[in-house]
């Protein structure tokens, strides 16, 4: 994240004031008391074994149920999990990982650890320890057991040195006469590794990467071997303006369960029991980082939630691209502000995979996903091992800078207290028979229907009839741009599509045999498509004001057309009568969190530009009802959520501080309001929290990010969704895709719906203005296009409405099968020349729908 600048001005108390929270920032977080005042952990192991089993030498088996045994080793608190079915062992460690001849140092240590907490310090400089260097080599492991499993209890640290007792920053002159001169040559060369010379600023810099495990103690020695003291740590830090928390402890603790539940395994690190000294915050958490890891010889590949979901296949060879990272459910804005909006995918599931020959496993986060992160990457980099794990987010860090003349300084601002939630995963399994991408999505699926996690799907595949598949689009009512009048500059509300307008295109649609047309109506209050804060609504008189709406809604009724009057709740784009110091959410620095708009040519946020803000998430499920009173008013069943699955952001206000998980519920709790109003919702984007509360879904995932570490895209969030929610992928006419061809083929292998964006005026109506993005939106041009398109995708896909996605697999190069509930299929062929499948023969760029997939 971008440091927060300030310059400094005559107004030295208010920055004096300012200066003081920052400098004590770590002692603002409200989490653990001192490290004296914790309790004692449990005493003795407290473990009885009730099986063995010869593959797992050292481990006891604690519990087991219908279809799972579940192994722990007393002496590294590693853990195993057996399937009765097929005998399949998914171990928290590589079995082999003393053999790892790549893996060295801290990376080695990590193979045999459970978890690792990374952590700043006072200066805002980060620092990790684990549960194996850290916890298990100094036998500060203690265990409890449960009903179904054991209770894990991690002390991670001691009094020893560590690298907080080297200095930062040491001059040069200190550097070579206080500890070089007084170092043997194996000192001099592990201070020379630990440290870099800054030639300009004439000091030698702390190397905190090159300073762990055997080159850390090394360094500690040869401080220690040159009288190296508290004092002198003391007075280089002083010197050099580094913050230091002297006394303060650097000891952590933590606890993981671990329990079996039906076919499952289920992880979880209780909130309360994670505990850090105030100086030493704990910034993230990993969980069961090789839980599952495939060796260097395997094949298989490991999923990923990146958009629609991507696979990383085992020992790819792409060693020299980073690993993959991707926080679930996309950024927070309010932690966010500056960064330029992002054109990669978002993770919107809370899940991740590993596929072997043996079998498959999929881990679902069921508490904390709004907090975590997913992490993968391929043998070859560290160690030996393909691997895939959550992460998560206890104590956020923004930094400040203060500035004056050529005097610089950056300070860290901290999370008032840590994440609230705890931490949970669900580990579910299957055999060979099912290991594939599908087969985890069968999984997620299941689960999410037993949770209540998606709509219930109302018919069966054998009683689903052919149906009219949705067509969406989204009519852009009314925009506000900037005039002028005799030289005086000021807004106005301009139509693009009245709402007479609107019924003339639903119309034309109906005459080229368009059906089941579920219409998003975006810009018709509040000043238009950007509009003001929706508490209160008033709809606009350009696009034909409160009579045009109820005579529209009336219409829409009558034509079988689903309306859906569209609204942002969680970004105030105009923020006339918006009070942004009250009712704006705050970032780490207390300020109200805005949003420029991005500069799309340069990729930065433009401060040119009118900024948009970051509503609180406390003011949420308030602002819902000045919405659904309107609604009431003017007869319309259903509503357009442009943002509320789309994002989700914090507010980090000391006085009202919601984390992401709360800000999470707060919107569950507003989707709940809407759906007991009896409303039909549609929504943005898709996160998988909102699924529960909507009918349909447009800009769903329809592909991944691309990143260079994978190594294909699947449809994943199909095979999850489909025959339960309705979707669309991003609007056609405004897409990349130039290709009707493709597009025709792509949202039948997804097993999608057509989608466009259009309004009535001409396309130069939004030239010059805030909404060029939306140049090729003018309907004429697109409306025969769109109705071709619309006939043939519901001539394939009209035959699988309301079925579940079971099935989805390349069968060669450019030709995909895609099988649902009912056993019939669609083959689709991207190639320039006909294939066979199964004897079916499907011409180039076309698709067939067979029978019983073989």
Not at 28 to 48: N, T
Not at 205 to 233: C, H, N, P, W
Not at 473 to 483: E, M, P, R, S
Not at 532 to 552: E, I, M, N, W
Request: charged share 25%.
């Amino acid at each position: 994240m971008r440091a927060r600048v300030i310059k400094w001005t005559a107004a030295w108390l208010a920055v004096g004031m300012l200066l003081g929270s920052c400098q004590n920032a770590p002692q603002q977080i409200v989490g653990s008391a001192e490290v004296s005042e914790w309790p004692e952990l449990p005493a003795g192991d407290r473990l009885k074994s009730a099986f063995t089993d010869k593959r797992l030498p050292g481990m006891i088996g604690l519990a087991e149920s219908q279809s799972l045994r579940l192994y722990v080793n007393k002496e590294t608190a590693e853990i195993a999990v057996v399937t009765k079915k097929g005998g399949t062992v998914w171990r928290s460690n590589p079995e082999d990982r003393a053999k790892d001849a790549l893996a060295s140092g801290v990376n080695k240590d990590m193979l045999s650890a459970q978890t690792r907490l990374s952590f700043y310090n006072a200066a805002g400089q980060s620092n990790s320890v684990n549960s194996y260097t850290d916890s298990a080599a100094h036998k500060q492991i203690r265990y409890e057991q449960l009903p179904q499993g054991v209770r894990v209890h991690y002390q991670f640290g001691s009094e020893e040195a560590s690298i907080d007792d080297l200095p930062v920053k040491i001059s040069k002159e200190r550097f070579e006469t206080k500890l070089l001169a007084a170092m043997d040559k194996a000192g001099q060369r592990a201070l020379k590794i630990g440290y870099a010379e800054d030639k300009e600023a004439g000091v030698y810099v702390r190397i905190d990467k090159a300073m762990q495990g055997i080159q850390l103690s090394r360094a500690l020695e040869a401080f220690a071997s040159a009288g190296y003291t508290e004092e002198d740590l003391q007075l280089d830090n002083a010197e050099h303006g580094v913050e230091t928390e002297s006394g303060a402890s650097r000891q952590f603790r933590l606890t993981i369960e671990y329990q079996l539940d039906g076919d499952d395994l289920r992880v979880r690190v209780p909130a309360a029991d994670i505990r850090f000294p105030d100086a030493y915050p704990i910034h993230t958490l990993s969980l069961l980082d090789y839980f599952g890891a495939a060796g260097s010889g395997e094949e298989g590949a490991i999923f990923v939630p990146d958009g629609s979901g991507a696979l990383i296949r085992f020992n790819n060879g792409k060693t020299r691209y980073p690993a993959y990272q991707q926080d679930v459910y996309g950024p927070d804005l309010t932690l966010q502000t500056e960064e330029p909006e992002s054109q990669e995918q978002k993770a919107r599931m809370p899940v991740f995979g590993m596929i072997r020959k043996e079998g498959a496993m999929l881990g679902i986060i069921e508490e904390g996903a709004a907090a975590a992160a997913i992490n993968a990457d391929v043998a070859g980099k560290l160690n030996s091992y393909n691997a895939v794990y959550p992460s998560f987010y206890v104590v956020n860090k923004s930094d400040i800078t203060l500035q004056s003349g050529d005097m610089v300084r950056t300070l860290p601002k901290f999370q008032k207290r840590p994440t609230s939630s705890d931490f949970a995963v669900r580990y579910t399994f299957t055999g060979a028979d099912n290991a594939s991408y599908s087969g985890l999505a069968e999984l997620y699926r299941t689960y999410l229907e037993k949770q209540g996690g998606l709509p219930k799907i109302t018919a069966s595949a054998s009683e689903s009839k052919v149906e009219a598949i949705p067509f969406y689009l989204k009519l852009i009512g009314g925009v506000t741009t900037k005039k002028h009048r005799l030289g005086i500059p000021y807004e106005a509300e301009e139509a693009l599509t009245t709402f007479d307008q609107a019924q003339e295109i639903l119309t034309k649609l109906e005459e080229n045999q368009v059906k089941n047309i579920r219409l998003r109506y975006s810009g018709w209050f509040n000043g238009g498509l950007n509009h003001r804060h929706p508490d209160r609504v008033k709809v606009d008189q350009s696009v034909g004001g409160a009579k045009g709406l109820t005579t529209f809604a009336e219409y829409a009724k009558q034509a079988g057309i689903t309306l859906f009057p569209d609204m942002a709740l969680l970004t105030v784009h105009d923020a006339s009568g918006f009070k942004p110091s009250r009712e704006a959410s705050r970032t780490l620095t207390q300020e109200p969190a805005k949003l420029y708009p991005t500069n799309l040519a340069i990729q930065e946020r433009d401060a040119e530009r009118s900024p948009s803000y970051v509503l609180s998430p406390n003011l949420m499920y308030e602002a819902s009802a000045g919405m659904l009173d309107t609604l009431k008013r003017y007869g319309t069943a259903g509503l357009s959520l442009r943002d509320l699955g789309e994002q989700l952001n914090s507010d980090m206000s000391p006085k009202k501080l919601l984390d992401r998980p709360q800000a999470q519920g707060e919107v569950k709790r507003t989707l709940e309001r809407f759906k007991q109003e009896g409303l039909e919702l549609a929504a943005e984007g898709g996160n998988a929290y909102i699924w529960p509360y909507v009918s349909d879904l447009t800009d769903a995932p329809m592909s991944s990010s691309r990143f260079k570490l994978e190594d294909e895209e699947i449809p994943f969030y199909q095979l999850v969704v489909h025959g339960a929610i309705g979707y669309a992928g991003a609007p056609y006419n405004l897409s990349a895709q130039t290709n009707p061809r493709h597009e025709v083929l792509k949202l039948i292998e997804y097993g999608a719906s057509p989608y466009f964006t259009w309004f009535y005026a001409p396309n130069h109506a939004v030239k010059e203005t805030d909404y060029e993005d939306l140049y090729a939106a003018h309907y004429e041009p697109w409306l025969e296009t769109a109705a071709e398109l619309y006939r043939e995708v519901n001539e394939a896909n009209g035959a699988f409405a309301g079925q579940r996605m079971t099935h989805h697999e390349q069968v060669q190069e450019g030709v995909y099968r895609t099988t649902y509930e009912s056993g019939s299929h669609v083959l689709v062929n991207y190639n320039e020349d006909p294939v066979v499948v199964d004897g079916l023969t499907v011409a180039p760029g076309d698709y067939a729908i067979g029978g019983e997939r073989p």
